[in-house]
């Protein structure tokens, strides 16, 4: 095991032994530190819950056995991550294992919707981490303003924009951001907090 690997591996065990804390949605690992997520919004989860829904009308068309699933951690112990997508599509089956979290070569998309109190993570830092893990298809949803990116092979060159009430075509599948709301004055939904905990 690389000297990554296993200060990884620390974190990961420490993350798995952190106890619950009221207000927080997820534990990531990211740069060597762990962080907790403030619990989301509505009208994030709003979001979630319509696109996952379009999702799961096609994908018994388009990819038999595969779900839009929210609330799975996504680990790369190579790259040193511990991901929790707002939303992925990856085989049901994968649920039934006994792996505390989905592994990357299992995802075909991962779905995010930008914070506002810290853009920077969902349009640079995840970017980068989903490229590098080879899923094909990342589509970045901003409450903030009505706009997205659908970022998609090889290694995100393609970079398609949109706005909230266009057809955004993301690999085989149609998703239309009509029914979305932008954030209202004083709605965000995450912010990084690191528990100072490094590998």
């Known amino acids: 095991m690389s000297s990554d690997a296993a200060a990884f591996a620390r974190l990961r ?28 919004v509505k ?3 709003l979001a979630v819950h319509r696109i996952s829904q379009q999702l799961n009308e096609q ?12 609330g799975a951690d996504l680990e790369d112990p190579g ?9 992925m599509v990856f085989p049901e089956a994968t649920l039934e294992g006994d792996e505390s979290a989905v592994l990357p070569q299992e995802v075909l998309l991962v779905v995010e919707i930008v914070s506002k109190s810290n853009p920077a993570n969902d349009y640079e830092d995840k970017v980068l981490d989903y490229a590098t893990m080879g899923i094909p298809s990342y589509l970045l949803v901003d409450p903030r303003d009505g706009t997205g990116i659908v970022h998609a092979r090889p ?5 398609e924009t949109f706005a909230f009430g266009d057809t955004v075509t ?3 599948w149609n998703i239309d951001p009509g029914g979305l709301l932008t ?10 907090r690191p528990v100072g905990c490094r590998g």
Not at 183 to 192: A, F
């Open 155 to 159: 290694n995100y060159a393609s970079r």
């Open 79 to 87: 790259l040193g991550r511990l991901r929790r997508p707002d939303l």
């Open 13 to 40: 065990e420490i993350a798995d032994q952190l106890p619950q804390v009221p207000g927080v949605g997820a534990i990531e690992i990211a740069h060597g530190q762990i962080v907790m997520m403030i619990s989301p």
């Open 183 to 192: 954030y209202g004055p004083g709605l965000g939904w995450q912010t990084w």
């Open 170 to 172: 993301v690999g085989p």
């Open 59 to 70: 994908l018994p068309r388009t990819h038999p056995g595969r779900i839009a699933y929210a």
């Open 43 to 45: 009208r994030h989860e």
